[in-house]
């Protein structure tokens, strides 16, 4: 277990829908990174919030959006989705910026019919 | 922005053997260089990892060389067990954007 827990672990949507991922970080985490990992396109960085900030953004689409809360969890927001939106999502956390240790959650698993 | 490849994509090998996973990077500002194993139905878990003024790190079984110069990194896993069967990633890091390989499955035959 790596401390880092993500809600939902599934779900299933129809599209044209909104669904919120949520990451609670490890305990005395700052930084939360966001990813995607789909059958044909690998693991793929979305996004990184460090201490509610956002630091870095990868390949994430218009239609997807993230936040850290004053608490340090995070939410993932994904909106009019598409069939090819179906993916796992996975969320890590590290104690400080890049280049040190990311632990990542289980993931949520994210079907669009 | 920065190009991982990853190759094999699929490597089968007998217990007790080594395994070799090698990587290339496209951007000479990469710096961070992790290697994560994932296992089926769970989240990547980083084994080992190296920053770009490292040649070569190793953590028991495990080592990871870089060639800066040639842009390459590569994972070593001597005396596999089947507990190594997995999907290892290999990343680059750069500005806070983690950029990854398309992943290698290790079956290690008993």
């Known amino acids: 277990d790596s401390g880092v827990t993500q809600t939902p672990k599934h779900l299933i949507t129809a599209t044209g829908q909104r669904v919120t991922l949520r990451c609670s970080p490890r305990s005395g985490d700052l930084s939360v990174y966001w990813y995607q990992q789909s059958l044909d396109q690998g693991l793929q960085f979305l996004i990184q919030y460090y201490n509610g900030e956002e630091r870095a953004k990868g390949n994430i689409l218009e239609r997807f959006s993230a936040q850290q809360f004053p608490d340090l969890h995070s939410e993932l927001n994904l909106s009019s989705l598409e069939l090819g939106d179906s993916a796992l999502y996975f969320c890590?956390?590290?104690?400080?910026?890049?280049?040190?240790?990311?632990?990542f959650g289980p993931g949520t698993r994210l079907t669009v019919l | 922005g920065e190009n991982v490849e990853q190759h094999p994509s699929t490597l089968s090998v007998q217990e007790g053997d080594s395994a070799v996973i090698k990587c290339t990077y496209s951007d000479s500002a990469s710096n961070y260089f992790p290697w994560y194993k994932q296992e089926l139905g769970k989240g990547p878990q980083l084994i080992i990892d190296i920053r770009s003024n490292v040649g070569e790190k190793k953590d028991q079984r495990i080592a990871v060389t870089l060639n800066k110069t040639a842009k390459h990194f590569s994972l070593h896993i001597t005396e596999t067990q089947p507990e190594d069967s997995a999907v290892y990633f290999c990343?680059?890091?750069?500005?806070?954007?983690?950029?990854f390989g398309s992943g290698t499955k290790l079956n290690v035959k008993p």
């Open positions: 990343a680059a890091e750069q500005i806070n954007k983690f950029y």
């Open positions: 890590a956390s590290s104690v400080r910026l890049a280049t040190n240790e990311q632990f």
